[in-house]
């Protein structure tokens, strides 16, 4: 039976374990650096000494995973993880599946040029997938067992720290997303009120992030941004060019609001609102309190 390896550097590994249950087998986490984990079966850890970067423990998490024919190895879609999955590939000549929307034992779905299209394929050797982890697993933190292997010489000598507001828009069960039909920066906080106001995360579609740079660029939704599958997805002012709704096609239930009945975000919407978003938005907020 095909088993799963989870590459984790943090905890919000859901996704990965969802992915992993649907192969069949077992689901093994390789942590590193004493990173808690919940969901699996099993935990691996591999020790780090302070002050060195998780990537520079590639050598001893590639000979953690002990990936035998036909098995999946999922890392999160984050820099260290990225590190880490490559060199797990390369130590197990293991193809990589790029895109990966299902996996299950021997074949897998993989989305193409953005989401425009899918594709079947089958394996009967190890593949390594990277894609979004998710939130934290629910449960109690799988006890690990300790590993120590080769680690590459390298340490951190010194940081540089911005405050930010981190976001997991994988994440989120709501979704309350701002397009160009927003006239000012300003005015986001109507849909800033909004999504405060059903428990919902902001995001945008990729013009005020890249183009007006209202928002940053981790919370656009779109084919070469975040890729999203919440139970409600609220667009306001947003077109609906395929651009966007590559990103959000999952989602449950959609909710589409702008003034011009035509937009293409209509057509695939559960629920539509043609209207003006400066009333719109003040009333569905209200309404939600």
Known sequence: MANTWIIAVDPQIA??????????????????????????????????????????AAPAVAAAVAAEAGDVVLAANKPAERVLAGAVAAKLNAAFLPGLKSVK??????????????????????????????????????????????????KVTGQEKTEVVAVNLGAAKRVVSAGRGFKAKEDLKLAEE?????????????????GADWMAVDRYIGVSGQIVSPELYIAVGISGQIQHTVGMSDSKVVVAVNSD????????????????????????????K
């Open 194 to 210: 909004l999504a405060a106001a059903i428990g919902a995360e902001l995001a945008c579609s990729r013009p005020l992030a890249e």
């Open 105 to 154: 034992a021997g074949a897998a779905e993989l989305s193409r040029y953005g989401g425009l299209s899918f594709e079947n394929v089958t394996f009967d050797s190890p593949v390594v997938a990277v894609l979004d982890g998710g939130a934290e697993a629910e449960g109690e933190p799988v006890a690990a067992e300790t590993t120590e292997g080769s680690v590459y010489d390298a």
């Open 261 to 288: 009945s035509k937009a293409p975000m209509f057509a695939g919407a559960d629920y539509g609102i043609v209207g003006d978003l400066y009333e719109v938005l003040p009333a569905l907020t209200e309404a939600a």
């Open 15 to 56: 996704a990965l374990v969802e992915h992993g249950r649907a192969v069949g087998g077992s689901v093994t986490a390789v942590t590193v650096g004493g990173t808690p984990v919940a969901g699996v079966d099993k935990v691996i850890d591999v020790a780090l000494p302070e002050g060195v970067p998780a990537e520079a």
